[in-house]
């Protein structure tokens, strides 16, 4: 935001709290006065003669610019879930996987040293592993929930700790408080995806975390209509570490993608935990049914970091849940074939449900090795919980179950 940290704000009382700066948070409107957000879809941005130019494009003064590194809407969308997330700084991009792109240029050079859960999502694994292996920096990849695991990969050239919690489709929690203090005595800083919460029920810069990362794919939006992230972190390191990189990479935010996270924001709070009430009462459900092994979910209190799940996610479990059927692939995919309301597909945060095999599908470029060490087998099912009425929901999965079953 650098370039834009002298524009007005909007004109909110100091205390005002997260669903109030999820409605209001942004930018004042233009001229004309318009309630909703007005769309500037445009790639560059007029100024009045040449000496102002020139001060703007070298960030005497500030004003946009260029799509590619400033917008009206962008900034809205990155003040709004800056306020969300409890930071200074914002910067959207162009995905969630940019984002995590934009951060590795950002803040590591080869030779330095990553440490990763080795249950985050399947892209991640890669990016770090294979794109920025090439590129010299290193990736160690842990237990998500073994503390000892983290602090026995770490080495002196360790300069980020990445998590994410829970973890898709596993719903594994980590204590983000233990590993920023982890990461900080060692000199390192704590990144957390938190797609899978949204700040709605989940501000990892509370627990110590340093940089909050997201998938505006997921619950920002909410319906499931563009792609979308951004990185929450202090001003100072958005402006130094990661605007320059975003000015000359260009993994940027579409004004009209923003657009639309920005109104996404505005029900967040009412959708999330709409969801994932649904969420918990599927998984108490399935949890009962004879056809099912095992269910993942952290509201349930079978889940083995249920606990700490609700203490940092306020007391919710989220909307995504994962079991497993009795049996192989096959079993699995006649549940999923089954289904007559959720959508067969690979997203989740949606209003609408979607079902999904993560083995064949978001972890399908994963080896087989890898997918065990993260525990996800050929008969799990993953479950990203939409606003359905939730007996509908258990009526369109028993259809599969209850013929296993039979
Ligand atoms: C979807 C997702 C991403 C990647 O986001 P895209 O917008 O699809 O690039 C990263 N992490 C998690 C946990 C996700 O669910």
Sequence with gaps: MSEKKGLPRVDLPADARLETLAVREGLPPSQWGENSEA???????????????????????????????????????????AALEG??????????????????????????HVICSRSVFGATIRLLQGEFGKFGVESTFVSQTDLAQWKAALKPNTRLLFAETPTNPMTEVCDIRALADMAHDAGALLAVDNCMCSPALQQPVKFGADIVMHSGTKFLDGQGRINAGALCAPEAMVEEKFVPVMRSAGMS??????????????????????????????????ESHPAVDRVFHPGLPSHPQHELAMRQQDGHGGAVLAFNVKGGRDQAFAVVDATRICSIAANFGDVRSIITHPASTTHGRLTEEQRNAAGIGQNMIRLGVGLEDVEDLKVDLARGLDALSA
Excluded at 43 to 64: G, I, K, L, M
Excluded at 87 to 112: H, N, R
Excluded at 257 to 282: C, F, P, Y
């Design 253 to 286: 935010l579409s004004p009209f993608n923003a657009w639309i996270v920005s109104k996404g924001m505005e029900t967040l709070n009412l959708r999330v935990r709409a969801q994932s009430d649904r969420a918990l009462a599927l998984a108490r459900w399935l």
């Design 87 to 112: 930071t200074t700084g914002c910067i959207g991009t162009s995905s969630g996987m940019g984002a995590i792109l934009l951060m590795v240029m950002g803040l590591l050079k080869a030779g330095d």
């Design 39 to 81: 769309l500037f879809l445009t790639s560059c941005f007029v100024h009045p003669d040449a000496r102002t130019a020139a001060r703007r494009f070298a960030y005497e003064e500030d004003a946009f610019v260029y799509s590619r590194f400033s917008n009206p809407n962008v900034t809205i969308m990155e003040r709004r879930l």
